[in-house]
């Protein structure tokens, strides 16, 4: 959910991916690239006055445009406000980061900004002329763009993240001394939501590292909506003998695991991908998801809760808030705190001694349909993983 950024396709020489790749090869070596930037129409009418769909005019383009040096075409960036606010996705709220061609949002623009990539000025200059030319697009732009360590900047986007109380969130090629006191919890932030910089981690991480020092370390744990798998992880790192990631998204399963071998404790870590394969009653469950999710998973989430557990719900607005607090209390759980950081919050419960058992199993068929609903808005963030 939530942050992601640039959502783009790119397509090379005879290939036209649906799914993102990352433009930065053609602009990571030591030469500077040309950049033809143009807006495309859903459909491009050409000289005979035909129309040809956006997709096949990014194909034939290499045919038109032959002889000129180009190397790759940018087809077009949208991101999850822009989404949302087009009408493309029902939510700003964007679960997870993995790639997901069946969401192409930027091919449901009526115009995308498209870029035509090349290796000198007037190969770029000469393709520009033909584009307009011979297929009516209209050229904003034609650009040099500098080399660009592209690693180092991807890097440098990932400083690490120091969670009051806890302890500090790094990436892989952090040092020995990046970071400050606590736990040192490492995430790649290749795939999966939850590198620890969006406020809804952290806020669960804050509550995991508040809890009482009677329920510290939770022995057994269940991380619901787990992304990168961070908050189990991370409850792994605090004396948890035994977690397990429940992730619908099974595009993310390799990274929960590559994550906590990260960490030394991938052998006490398990992956699953529905409640539904969870029965035991934990210590502490976590689930960061979105409120009409955790609304839905009330009962089911309470039932995995052993009596006297705790519950940790993140991914909350304001407007959830109220809704959440009840049904949760009506299934047996009483909020014992609270957190709030720009604009979400995240609520801590006690499981009573003895909560209402006769739905608390049951999947519903509300939660599929929410669980469906709330994966929908996901897409393919090109750098986007929180
Ligand atoms: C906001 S991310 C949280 C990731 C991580 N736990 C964190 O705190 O940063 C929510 C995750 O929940 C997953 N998810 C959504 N609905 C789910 C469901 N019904 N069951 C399991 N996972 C779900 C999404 O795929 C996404 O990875």
């Known amino acids: 959910m939530l942050v992601a950024s640039g959502f783009f396709h790119v397509s090379t020489p005879g290939t036209r991916s649906s799914a993102a790749m990352d433009a930065a090869p053609l602009a990571a070596g030591s030469d500077p690239v040309w950049v033809v930037a143009a807006i495309v129409a859903e459909r491009v009418v050409l000289p005979t006055g035909e129309t040809l769909p956006r ?25 999850v406000g822009e989404a949302h606010a087009a009408g493309l996705v029902e939510s700003p709220l964007v679960i997870d980061a993995a790639a997901a061609p069946e969401r192409d949002w930027v091919a449901d623009r009526a115009l995308v900004d498209a870029e035509f990539w090349f290796g000198d000025e007037a190969g770029a200059r000469g393709a520009a002329a033909r584009l307009v030319r011979c297929v009516g697009c209209a050229v904003a732009e034609i650009r040099r763009v ?27 090629w ?6 400050g006191e606590g736990t040192r919890l490492v995430v790649d932030p290749g795939t999966g939501f939850g590198t620890g910089s969006h406020p809804t981690t952290r806020l669960c991480l804050e509550a995991i590292a508040a809890l009482p020092p009677g329920e510290a370390p939770a022995r057994t744990v269940l991380d619901v909506g787990a992304g990168s798998g961070i908050l189990g992880i991370a ?30 404790v991938g052998d006490r870590l398990t992956v699953a991908t529905s409640l539904d394969d969870v029965t035991a009653a934990h210590d502490l469950v976590m689930a960061n998801i979105v409120g009409p999710v955790l609304v839905a998973m009330a009962r089911p989430l309470v039932a995995r809760g052993r009596p006297g557990g705790t519950i940790v719900l993140g991914g909350l ?21 609270s957190r709030e950081s720009e604009g979400w919050s995240c609520l801590t419960f006690r499981i009573a001694a003895g909560p209402p058992a006769a739905e608390s199993c049951r999947s519903s068929a509300s939660v599929s349909a929410l669980a469906t609903r709330s994966t929908a808005t996901s897409g393919t963030a090109a750098s986007a993983n929180r």
């Open 55 to 79: 997709a096949d005019f990014f194909e034939a383009v290499w045919e038109l445009l032959d002889g000129t040096g180009l190397a790759g075409i940018h087809e077009g960036t949208i991101d």
């Open 146 to 172: 500098e080399p660009r360590d592209w690693v180092a900047a991807a890097h440098a986007a990932h400083a690490p993240v120091v969670i009051p109380g806890f302890g500090t969130v790094l990436a892989p």
């Open 174 to 179: 952090h040092t020995e001394r990046s970071g």
């Open 235 to 264: 409850a792994a790192l605090r004396g948890a003998v035994s977690v397990t990631a429940v992730e619908i998204d099974v595009r993310v399963h390799d990274a929960i695991r590559r994550n906590a071998a990260l960490n030394d």
């Open 317 to 337: 607005r304001d407007l959830d808030l109220a809704e959440v607090r009840a049904v949760y209390r009506s299934a047996g759980a009483e909020e014992v705190a």
